[in-house]
């Protein structure tokens, strides 16, 4: 999962070694202190904007 500001070049991401919640908290601080618009590159379903499942996501019924 990686969020990335729509207005300057902060960008944060699961690959990077960060939690979810840590992710969530650094995405948050950076809209706090800027006043930035923050796009995810995962719908809250769990499926990557490309359509491919994210990672660390589960398929419904497996």
Same mark, same amino acid.
């Given at each position: 999962? /990686?969020?990335?500001?729509?207005?300057?070049?902060? $960008?944060? !991401?699961? %690959?990077?070694?960060?939690?979810?919640?840590?992710?969530?908290? /650094?995405?948050?601080?950076?809209?706090?202190?800027? $006043?930035? !618009?923050? %796009?995810?590159?995962?719908?809250?379903d769990?499926?990557?904007?490309?359509?491919?499942?994210?990672?660390?996501?589960?398929?419904?019924?497996?």
């Amino acid at each position: 999962m /990686k969020h990335y500001c729509l207005e300057c070049g902060w $960008a944060a !991401s699961t %690959e990077e070694g960060y939690t979810g919640s840590q992710l969530s908290r /650094k995405t948050i601080d950076h809209f706090v202190e800027t $006043a930035h !618009s923050i %796009e995810s590159d995962t719908r809250s379903d769990g499926v990557t904007v490309d359509g491919a499942p994210a990672p660390g996501s589960r398929t419904p019924g497996l």
